[in-house]
């Protein structure tokens, strides 16, 4: 057991990430700075954006037409790869509707541009996007279908202009999740085994999903002022990225697990001017699940998330659930959530280890909250079989409002073995709820000026007597 809770250095090609144990993350303690927003100015200058040379290419050039039915993949894939040979350059996706039979594979110095009234509209076969290619599903590692827009172990790659990203999954891989069971679970396993990765090959008669557009190792990487709709599963999914800027982007995408942003074991990066209208959480950080997060080691951190609005099925501003190759020093402000189960929510469970640390949040504007307006949660639904509960310390939460929590305003309950350790809540006020607060296992806890229902809570609130249960929460 001790050993498989060691990590160990990982060699994916040219990329090497250096992995640590489960123990030594636990027992590290990283002190905030006195004012941990001091540290934005200095995260946001470490962000490179992508360079490249005047080079163009427009698809039509190359035979590619928009009429929607004719397959304008092998236009762009040709401008890519010749691109790309030449040192890199802008393949131009002009305005009309565009069908793609299959991914669209960027490559190094790359800069795919939608011009106004552009639209990529993807085949809705799933056969179209095999082979299958290496990936990251729910934080555990494998080989399955291509995502739509896929870059692997690139430098320089973009994707920008004023058009659109349709995945055109409504019918078709929007509509797996009931049959995804068994390959889930069979995934799980093996990566709480340590099954080698080059073996754990899905695909075709697995029915799991491919992310919308994925990052896989990569580094100055900028998404700009595109749409995306309809997507199979996570929409912006960077994973392993070094400096990411996903900036002025509408996501509208209701399908299941639609997360708008998925930042996964990826430092530096910036979500700003952002709408996100989705089927799951609207900006998920994330570093991979449970002994496969660990075997990695990677975390994500140093990651600015502002001036985004969102509205979703499930939740708003998250970390989690798949944390465990740790995650830190993330800053979130001026973000508007309109409707969302629970709109500021941190999330693992039991079997995750790893930590999330240092956290500030701030100038939050919430309308409703069906769940839980602010939740801390370290027992979340996952795949059980270990017992290493998660490390929850140093957050910062002010300046927020909520118009509504038809639930609980504020539910935090750490683990007896592992408590939520040193939260602040300042200024924050919920003008309706049907319970105020839930706190159990937690240490350090202060609340200034925390209003529920016109009613100031104390500065140090003692843990809930009852159980949840009891308080018929109901999620």
Not at 275 to 289: E, H, L, P, W
Not at 330 to 348: D, P
Request: hydrophobic share 35%; charged share 20%.
């Amino acid at each position: 057991m001790f050993f498989r809770r060691l990590c160990f250095i990982l060699g994916l090609g040219a990329m090497m990430l250096l992995g640590c144990s489960q123990q030594q993350v636990l027992r590290k303690s990283v002190q905030p700075a006195p004012d941990g927003w001091d540290a934005v100015p200095e995260i946001l200058s470490h962000i490179e954006l992508p360079q490249f040379q005047d080079l163009n290419i427009v698809i039509s050039d190359l035979g590619a037409i928009n009429d929607g039915n004719t397959d304008c993949r092998p236009a762009l894939q040709t401008a890519i790869d010749s691109l790309n040979q030449k040192g890199g350059g802008r393949v131009i996706v002009p305005q009309g509707t565009w069908f793609c039979k299959g991914p669209i594979h960027l490559k190094s110095n790359i800069h795919l541009y939608l011009e106004k009234n552009a639209v990529i509209e993807f085949s809705s076969d799933p056969k179209d996007y095999l082979p299958v290619v290496l990936t990251r599903w729910e934080g555990t590692e494998l080989y399955n279908y291509s995502p739509m827009i896929y870059t692997y172990m690139a430098t320089n790659v973009a994707i920008t202009g004023q058009g659109t990203l349709d995945g055109n999954a409504t019918e078709s891989f929007a509509t797996w999740k009931p049959n995804q069971k068994p390959a889930q679970l069979k995934l799980r396993q093996m990566g709480n085994d340590g099954v080698p990765v080059h073996e754990r090959v899905f695909g075709e008669g697995h029915w799991l999903r491919p992310s919308m557009v994925q990052f896989y190792g990569c580094k100055n990487v900028l998404v700009d002022s595109i749409k995306i709709l309809d997507s199979p599963f996570w929409v912006i999914h960077p994973v392993f990225c070094k400096n990411v800027t996903v900036r002025n982007v509408e996501v509208d995408s209701w399908n299941a697990n639609n997360d708008g942003c998925d930042p996964d074991a990826s430092v530096n990066v910036l979500i700003e001017n952002c709408t996100f209208n989705c089927g799951d959480d609207g900006v998920a950080i994330k570093s991979g699940r449970d002994q496969d997060g660990w075997r990695i080691g990677q975390a994500t951190e140093n990651v600015v998330v502002r001036n985004c609005t969102m509205n979703s099925k499930a939740n708003g501003l998250c970390i989690g659930s798949e944390m465990s190759g740790g995650v830190r020093n993330i800053f979130m402000e001026n973000c508007t959530v309109g409707n969302a189960l629970s709109t500021i929510y941190f999330k693992s469970n039991l079997d995750r280890g790893g930590m999330i640390e240092n956290v500030w949040v701030r100038d939050i504007t919430v309308e409703r909250a069906r769940g839980a307006f602010i939740r801390f949660e370290t027992n979340y639904k996952g795949h059980r079989g270990n017992f290493y509960p998660p490390v929850f310390r140093h957050f910062m939460l002010e300046n927020i409002t909520c118009q509504t929590a038809e639930n609980i305003a504020i539910f935090a309950e750490g683990h007896e073995v592992a408590p939520l350790q040193d939260i602040l809540f300042r200024n924050i006020t919920v003008n309706e709820a049907k319970y105020d607060i839930y706190l159990k296992h937690a240490q350090d806890i202060t609340m200034q000026n925390v209003v529920i229902d016109g009613e100031r809570q104390p500065l140090h609130p003692p843990m809930t007597e009852i159980s949840k249960e009891e308080m018929d929460m109901g999620w």
